[in-house]
């Protein structure tokens, strides 16, 4: 059997591997370790310090107040009404014939029973003093019939027949007259005249096609009609049994005074479209500053309420269950304290809450004020009838004073 050995390597052969790359292996381990300790070292410093600062408060929210205030208010309602004429009549002929003459200036203010047309009288004069004659010979020959039959020298039929003919030609002589009346025609009531519908020289109709003569409206005296919501029922009936139930009209635009007149008019039913009632006041307008179909200011006192704690009504907010209002304390940390509103005027409410009197309420910045935050109150804003500030309020001042000093 023959065996073939390897020849024997040479040490030089043997060593197959550089020594310099076992170092240079080492060192690029060396400086990742250095790395990754400085990045370490570095996360939990910065970590830890930021950590460890104080963390600022954020600054006061700037607000406005106002203090709330307790007198009485009234409950007043604001609408706009509509003047109506006290009546309005349309002047019409009764009798046919040539419109001869008017006897007034369009727009002048006539009185009842004052002359305004005149339609052609002659031939009702004529038809009138016919009728005159045959009255007179029928009267003649009733009397005499009833002579006659008194001494049984007619029949009672014939002295009967005499009677009737007697009376109709009353009638028709009392007809003739009253169709000669109607040639003149008056003004049914007082009143401003409108403008002349059928110039004179004209044929008047009476078939109903002819238009009215003039229109006449009474302004002396005059009514406002205006409606309050029906919520307001309660308020309107009870002071109206009280008889102090008064309409006030706003004239300052037209640069008058304000007008006032008792309301002597509740509709008896509440409108199902809009939800109100109607009211009315009568007014003399001895001055004609009211016209039919103008609109007005009208203002009407409900009620009052008595002691009444008040606050602008910007200080109010609407929460999810409640309404409510930020109260600023002396030490200017802000409350919530849910309220009611009883009355809204527009600028102020009456409200029923736990804030008193004096207390301060926030109406500008609430969206910046938080419950149990600080806030910087700016400018107080006194209501008409506020309190002079008190010792709580003079005080919370001045520790503001002394922080804004420091």
Known sequence: MNMQVPPPTSDREASTHDPREGGNAMRRYLIGGIALVLILGGYY?????????????????????????????????????????????????????????????????????????????????????????????????????????????????????????????????EAARLNLEFTKIRSPVDGKTGPIMLQPGNLVSVNGLTAPLVTITQIQPIKVSFNLPQSDLPRIQTRARQGGLTATVNLHDMGGQDLSAPVDFISNAVSNSAGTIELRSTFPNKDGALVPGQLVDVTVELANIPKAIVIPRVAVNIGPDSQYAYVVTPEHVVEQHNLKVLFDDGTDVAIQSDIEPGEMVITDGALRALPGGKVNVARAQPQQGAPAAGPMQEAARGKQGAKSAQ
């Open 45 to 173: 410093y910065w970590s830890h310090s930021t950590g460890q600062a104080p963390r600022k408060a954020p600054p006061p929210a700037p607000v406005r107040v106002s203090n709330a205030v307790q007198r009485d208010m009234r409950v007043v309602e604001h609408t706009i009404g509509t003047v109506v004429a006290n009546s309005m009549v349309s002047v019409t002929a009764r009798v046919q014939g040539q419109l001869t003459k008017a006897y007034f200036k369009e727009g002048q203010m006539v009185k009842e029973g004052d002359l305004l047309f005149e339609i052609d009288p002659r031939p009702y004069q004529a038809v009138y003093d016919n009728a005159v004659a045959t009255l007179a010979s029928a009267k003649s020959t009733a009397d005499r019939n009833q002579r006659l039959s008194l001494e049984n020298a007619i029949s009672a039929q014939q002295n009967e027949t005499a009677q009737a003919a007697y009376l109709q030609a009353k009638a028709n002589a």
